[in-house]
């Protein structure tokens, strides 16, 4: 199955300790976590009508390695499985040296963004 790529340098904006997930200054999960769905999102947007896009709906990621600031990396996304409700996106996250720092799966759901925002008015 063929994977896009998608780089990051692991930035001081990108440590736990900043986005307040914890003290250190290495690479924060939630970051990663950001990088894998949007690479999904890129992914997903090629694959469907133009008139539609892709939400959210599930994040499954084993955070399994730190990364350090300065720290090059790899988010590798898989063309999106369609189990006929969502679109599932396989997600491998790897260093400059080809280890693996993180691993999981994207789902997203395919939405007129039209109808989608309607539903998500506030009423005053």
Do not use: Y
Not at 77 to 102: F, M, Q, Y
Request: proline share 3%.
């Amino acid at each position: 199955m063929p994977m896009r790529k998608f780089q990051h340098t692991v930035t001081a904006d990108d440590t736990s300790a900043k986005v307040g997930s914890g003290d250190l200054d290495v690479l924060a999960t939630p970051r990663l976590i950001t990088w894998c769905e949007n690479a999904a999102f890129q992914v997903c947007q090629q694959t469907i009508d133009s008139d539609h896009t892709t939400v959210g709906t599930t994040v499954k990621i084993e955070h399994v390695k730190g990364s350090a600031v300065g720290s090059e990396i790899t988010v590798l996304c898989a063309e999106p499985i369609n189990d006929g409700r969502r679109l599932v996106c396989h997600v491998t996250v790897k260093d400059s040296d080809g280890e693996e720092l993180a691993r999981g799966e994207i789902h997203r759901a395919v939405v007129d963004p039209d109808r989608f925002m309607s539903k998500c008015q506030r009423v005053l």
